[in-house]
């Protein structure tokens, strides 16, 4: 059915797919996340300052 050599390409492009699926999983479940969350904690904190800028003026 299968020759050595097409058996090893097929378990490559499984090997690959598969650390293709995890990574998209990992990325969209934590990192994506993450990255939204400290950006939102920035905006905050900036806003925030600027607040307590603009009242110790004043």
Sequence with gaps: MFEFDQYLGFLAFLTIITIGFWL??????????????????????????AKKAEREQL
């Design 24 to 49: 998209m999983i990992f990325l969209l479940a934590f990192v994506v996340p993450y990255w939204l969350g400290g950006n939102l904690l920035e905006i905050w904190k900036e806003k925030r300052e």
